[in-house]
């Protein structure tokens, strides 16, 4: 089972631009975990975006307790962050393209009493209709905070469209949308797919 395990960390105003740059290498390495197929990294305005390809909740295990990952959470992230959410997604097993000129979207959608599974499939199966390379899907773990969540890789040439298209899919949503946790990251973005993928 393919997964996806995205991070979104809220930086501190006092972040200075060294550290954050510190932080999105400190990212990148973790290409070089055995078990990464492929990682992308980047800045919003005011966040550390990274997701994170792996084969398996084996891998997640395995890629949690590497000393990158670790380093990349105690050394590059905690000194600058306010806060830090993450979700481990079940998704399809292609890779990212090399695009060197993108931007991309990470989102959640929290857990919700009275929210039925096919209202999250219904607004999965719009996301993934979108432009732009798309890995949706639900939750492995802690449902209780997230049901669902992905990332979704677009061209800036594409990215007027992109945002169009998502404004008129999030009106279908109702009060769903307003819940959406989400960022877009545009700023340093990188894909790293290690050598032997």
Same mark, same amino acid.
């Given at each position: 089972?393919?997964?996806?395990?995205?991070?979104?960390?809220?930086?501190?105003?006092?972040?200075?631009?060294? !550290?954050? @740059? +510190? =932080?999105? /290498?400190?990212?990148?390495?973790?290409?070089?975990?055995?078990?990464?197929?492929? $990682?992308? %990294?980047?800045?919003?305005?005011?966040?550390?975006?990274?997701?994170?390809?792996?084969?398996?909740?084996?891998?997640? !295990?395995? @890629? +949690? =307790?590497? /000393?990158?990952?670790?380093?990349?959470?105690?050394?590059?992230?905690?000194?600058? $962050?306010? %806060?830090?959410?993450?979700?481990?997604?079940?998704?399809?097993?292609?890779?990212?393209?090399?695009?060197?000129?993108?931007?991309?979207?990470?989102?959640?959608?929290?857990?919700?009493?009275?929210?039925?599974?096919?209202?999250?499939?219904? $607004?999965?199966?719009?996301?993934?209709?979108?432009?732009?390379?798309?890995?949706?899907?639900?939750?492995?773990?802690?449902?209780?905070?997230?049901?669902?969540?992905?990332?979704?890789?677009?061209?800036?040439?594409?990215?007027?469209?992109?945002?169009?298209?998502?404004?008129?899919?999030?009106?279908?949503?109702?009060?769903?949308?307003?819940?959406?946790?989400?960022?877009?990251?545009?700023?340093?973005?990188?894909?790293?797919?290690?050598?032997?993928?």
């Amino acid at each position: 089972m393919p997964l996806l395990h995205i991070i979104n960390a809220k930086l501190k105003k006092t972040s200075s631009e060294n !550290e954050i @740059f +510190a =932080a999105l /290498e400190k990212a990148t390495a973790m290409s070089n975990i055995s078990v990464v197929n492929a $990682i992308t %990294s980047g800045l919003s305005d005011g966040s550390i975006g990274v997701g994170i390809w792996l084969d398996n909740t084996d891998d997640l !295990e395995t @890629f +949690a =307790a590497s /000393e990158e990952h670790l380093v990349f959470i105690m050394q590059g992230l905690a000194p600058i $962050i306010e %806060s830090l959410w993450s979700a481990a997604i079940d998704c399809n097993d292609s890779l990212p393209n090399r695009d060197k000129d993108f931007v991309f979207w990470l989102y959640a959608f929290p857990d919700h009493e009275g929210v039925f599974e096919w209202e999250i499939q219904k $607004i999965l199966n719009d996301i993934a209709n979108l432009p732009g390379q798309s890995w949706t899907g639900t939750t492995i773990e802690e449902r209780d905070h997230f049901r669902a969540g992905g990332i979704v890789l677009i061209n800036k040439n594409e990215y007027e469209n992109f945002a169009k298209k998502l404004k008129n899919s999030k009106s279908d949503w109702g009060a769903l949308a307003n819940s959406l946790t989400e960022e877009f990251y545009d700023n340093n973005t990188i894909i790293s797919i290690p050598t032997n993928h």
